[in-house]
């Protein structure tokens, strides 16, 4: 493998780099508002249940900005659109810190969604782009697992700002970490224009692709419902503050950063299709076992019931990436990066806006195990049949 690896070149294990900090900027996003969401709808005094219109409003402007952002990446490269989506995004983030009630706040995420959804297909396209398509995995599973040091850091960096400084320290600490990104994609990833020449194929009627932001789309409904559930659970009805609360997630993360790099090397083995399904196989066993009307939410069983469902999302990053990117030629990965982080938004818009109908009457012991083993439903019945068809090996 290490032989293998070393006939890479060294500028693509460098973008990898680069981009994948650029992804970690806006994962950590949702995981800080997250856990900030409760103690931020409490200073502005609107119930749970409203505050997933700031989760909705972000994920909106970001699906609605993905496919002109991935068409802009096609046209104009990856170190262009990146640089200037995250310059949009980090004006929403100031703005955001300074919102005085809910609705300038949630002006202030839609700008940062819009800014996410410029950057996003950047990120994913030019990570990958000085690797071949049987190489794939494993950048694809260092990508997820910056995802996953994302998910990790953010609920336990979020508890402590949180709970340390307020809420708007959250959005803050987002300003450093996007100019850090912004300063390091101008210093290490050369201006180009791509070649348009073979670029305009239609994405959106390769079934592969397809099939793959379908996946994408049921895994980030179920990541983002169930860490809204259980974080809303906690702080209100568990009384645990955001701090503790946030170990939970912490935990989750923890799994899914050390699953992802295992998801790489597995799809190069053995294809996309094994490694989604046992995804959804981990993730709804974990869901079914949580939303057991027996199991307590809180306690110490509650850490070791979130083993599976961490594991199982990780091992479905990296198969849906890899198996849209080499359905489609390198001039159209723009706006196959920008379908499949569609696929994502659009499943995250549902997740939120579905845990909030579910705890509009408070995040109640009943009402938190009902939601779960819906989200354990949609494992079985949408995410395993999409996953059904994408790739069996590798493709050349």
Do not use: K
């Amino acid at each position: 493998m290490a032989s293998r690896l070393d006939t890479v070149p060294r500028g693509a294990w460098t973008r990898l780099a680069v981009f994948s900090v650029a992804g970690l900027v806006l994962q950590l996003d949702g995981t800080l508002v997250t856990v900030a969401l409760p103690s931020a709808a409490h200073e502005l005094g609107v119930s749970s249940g409203a505050s997933a219109a700031l989760l909705t409003a972000y994920f909106g402007a970001y699906a609605l900005l993905l496919p002109p952002g991935g068409m802009l990446v096609d046209r104009f490269g990856v170190r262009r659109v990146a640089v200037a989506g995250l310059g949009l995004f980090l004006a929403g983030t100031a703005a955001g810190a300074l919102a005085g009630d809910i609705r300038m706040l949630i002006v202030a995420r839609l700008i940062q969604g819009a800014g996410a959804g410029v950057v996003s297909p950047a990120a994913l396209a030019g990570a990958v782009s000085g690797f071949p398509p049987q190489r794939r995995g494993v950048p694809l599973g260092i990508w997820g697992a910056s995802a996953g040091v994302a998910n990790l850091a953010g609920p336990l960096l979020g508890g402590v700002l949180t709970y340390l400084f307020g809420w708007r320290a959250d959005w803050w600490a987002l300003v450093p970490l996007g100019l850090l990104a912004a300063g390091a994609i101008v210093a290490h990833v050369p201006a180009s224009r791509p070649d348009a020449g073979s670029g305009w194929v239609r994405p959106s009627v390769n079934r592969t692709l397809i099939a793959a932001s379908l996946v994408a789309a049921v895994t980030f409904a179920v990541m983002i419902g169930s860490f809204f559930l259980i974080e809303q659970y906690l702080q209100d009805s568990g009384h645990h503050s955001a701090l503790a609360a946030s170990t939970v997630l912490l935990v989750v993360a923890l799994l899914v950063a050390v699953a992802a790099p295992v998801a790489g090397r597995l799809v190069d083995a053995r294809g996309e299709r094994l490694t989604a399904l046992l995804g959804f196989l981990l993730a709804g066993l974990g869901l079914a076992l949580l939303g057991t009307p027996a199991t307590p939410l809180g306690g110490t069983v509650s850490y070791l019931l979130v083993a599976p469902l961490g594991i199982g999302l990780g091992l479905l990053f990296v198969p849906t990436s890899r198996a849209g990117l080499n359905s489609m030629p390198p001039s159209s990965h723009g706006r196959v990066s920008a379908m499949l982080s569609l696929g994502r938004l659009l499943g995250a818009m549902i997740g939120a806006s579905a845990a909030g109908i579910a705890i509009s009457g408070g995040p109640s012991v009943a009402a938190t195990h009902q939601a779960l083993l819906v989200a354990c439903a949609a494992c079985f019945l949408l995410g395993a049949p999409a996953a059904c068809r994408l790739g069996t090996g590798v493709r050349s």
